[in-house]
């Protein structure tokens, strides 16, 4: 009886259409709202109530600038701002329950954090809730699978977001790629033929979107966002 009941049950992680469709779907994001609304879109199809990414930017070697995408409620969010979920992620693999790095936050024991890493720069978190019509045991195994397996296409989308926060020009992008090959300006000019003003143009324009104080704390934040 039991069998019966689990051939009958709609599992869309266990859907090879499902998974190629996510795949598409975050293969297309560039923006921080259409990461979210990929996310929200499969939840709403997959049965999540909470489906959160956590993207945790460097800038620099010490310190991370947040960035969350999905679909979550207000006090979710209020829990996913937690120097233990990054701990957490930047060290471990497995899937946990948030309430294990939250010790004292029973209410959030039905939420799962699950560390996703594999892309040169980025360390990130998904959180989630098992959808209530899965069959319990199942279904941890299956999730784990079926983002095991997306992981690379959501935190590539994850590092293009990062470009349209930094929005650096592919032109500025050239110019910050040799100086960090150490040629001065006048070089970097004759390399790119353009003039010299305008390679200081692009570099203090980089120097301003990355809030840096000079051109080699452009280069290092760039290097760690992976935009060079």
């Known amino acids: 009886m039991q069998k019966q009941i689990e051939s009958e049950f709609y599992d869309p992680f266990n859907s090879r259409s499902v998974l190629n469709d996510s795949m598409t779907k975050f293969e297309n994001v560039e923006q921080g709202?259409?990461?979210?609304?990929?996310?929200?879109?499969?939840?709403?199809?997959?049965?999540?109530?909470?489906?959160?990414?956590?993207?945790?930017?460097?800038?620099?070697?010490?310190?991370?600038?947040?960035?969350?995408?999905?679909?979550?409620?207000?006090?979710?969010?209020?829990?996913?701002?937690?120097?233990?979920?990054?701990?957490?992620?930047?060290?471990?693999?497995?899937l946990t329950s948030l309430e294990s790095l939250l010790i004292e936050r029973t209410d959030i024991a039905h939420l799962y954090v699950l560390p996703l890493r594999g892309v040169s720069g980025i360390v990130g978190a998904l959180v989630f809730n098992i959808p209530k019509d899965f069959i319990e045991l199942k279904s941890i195994d299956l999730i784990d699978w079926f983002w095991t397996i997306l992981s690379p296409y959501l935190l590539n989308a994850a590092m293009r977001c990062r470009d349209s926060h930094l929005n650096i020009t592919n032109r500025e992008k050239d110019c910050l790629l040799w100086a960090s090959e150490g040629k001065t300006s006048w070089e970097i000019s004759q390399i790119l033929g353009i003039s010299e003003r305008t390679v200081n143009f692009h570099l203090a324009n980089c120097i301003n979107k990355t809030g840096s104080s000079n051109r080699q704390q452009a280069i290092v934040k760039c290097i760690l966002n992976d935009v060079i």
């Open 33 to 94: 709202k259409q990461l979210t609304t990929t996310l929200s879109d499969i939840a709403l199809s997959s049965g999540y109530e909470c489906l959160a990414f956590i993207d945790y930017a460097p800038l620099s070697t010490k310190t991370y600038q947040r960035h969350l995408y999905g679909k979550y409620c207000t006090e979710v969010e209020g829990y996913l701002d937690s120097e233990e979920i990054y701990k957490y992620c930047k060290n471990a693999f497995r």
